[in-house]
């Protein structure tokens, strides 16, 4: 997938990772860039065509795929996150709220758009997912199992997309310095880092990126074979 001469749309594109997303495919040449967000009038990044969208509510979605027919390269990037774990007192209805935005917005972008891509010679899908798509401490319990089903998502629709030649990509990375992350002392990536490796990741032709260091780590781990077991004496 070539940036150059693409028309992308990115959802939640009105701040962090998103706004980076929006800024990059303008300097790398995309011919438009729709930038999405619940109010469009945060959306203040000259160049973009603003749009309003909310990606929980499916009639806002279909407009989106009405209004952006040209759409070449869609970024599903929108997502929530709230600290907790599963064993607290109001953890079913956190995760509702995570899966209706990081799985099931991700899902009716992802249907809504597929006619459109194809249209357009394929094009391509570039899912945000995050390091916690393979780990769950606990501490962002339900937004971790969020980003592991939008993973299996993504693997899907991978397979589901390939017959319309629709090049589907999966960006991992650890914390980014965006406002979901400020209430946490952990080293972070900024913004733009992560989005320069997604987008050459995504002009590689890659079906995943992993994009820093730890998360190249914690995937190497997970593909390491599993130690031999050790028999214990009765």
Do not use: C
């Not at 899902?107 to 995050?130: C, D, E, I």
């Not at 971790?144 to 993504?154: H, P, Q, R, Y």
């Not at 990741?201 to 593909?223: C, F, I, P």
């Amino acid at each position: 997938m070539k940036i150059q001469d693409s028309v992308a749309l990115v959802t939640g594109a009105n701040r962090g990772l998103g706004l980076a997303f929006a800024r990059a495919l303008l300097e790398r040449g995309a011919r438009k860039v729709y930038a999405t967000s619940r109010d469009p009038a945060s959306v203040t990044l000259p160049g973009v065509v603003p749009l309003a969208l909310d990606v929980t509510r499916p009639e806002q979605v279909a407009a989106a795929a009405r209004e952006a027919g040209d759409v070449t390269l869609l970024v599903n990037n929108a997502g929530v996150a709230r600290p907790g774990g599963f064993l607290v007192e109001d953890s079913e209805d956190t995760l509702r709220w995570h899966l209706e935005t990081n799985l099931i917005g991700m899902l009716r972008m992802s249907r809504a758009f597929a006619p459109v891509l194809a249209a357009h010679g394929g094009g391509a899908l570039l899912n945000v997912l995050s390091i916690v798509s393979w780990m769950n401490s606990g501490q962002l319990a339900a937004y971790a199992a969020s980003k592991s089903a939008a993973w299996s998502l993504t693997n899907a629709l991978r397979h589901e997309l390939a017959a319309q030649k629709t090049q589907v990509t999966a960006l991992h990375m650890a914390f980014v310095d965006t406002d979901l992350t400020r209430g946490f002392d952990v080293p972070k990536s900024t913004p733009e880092q992560i989005v320069a490796r997604a987008l050459d990741g995504l002009e590689a032709g890659l079906t995943e990126v992993l994009a820093d260091e730890t998360t190249r780590q914690v995937k190497q781990g997970l593909a390491a074979a599993p130690a031999a077991p050790v028999a214990v004496a009765a």
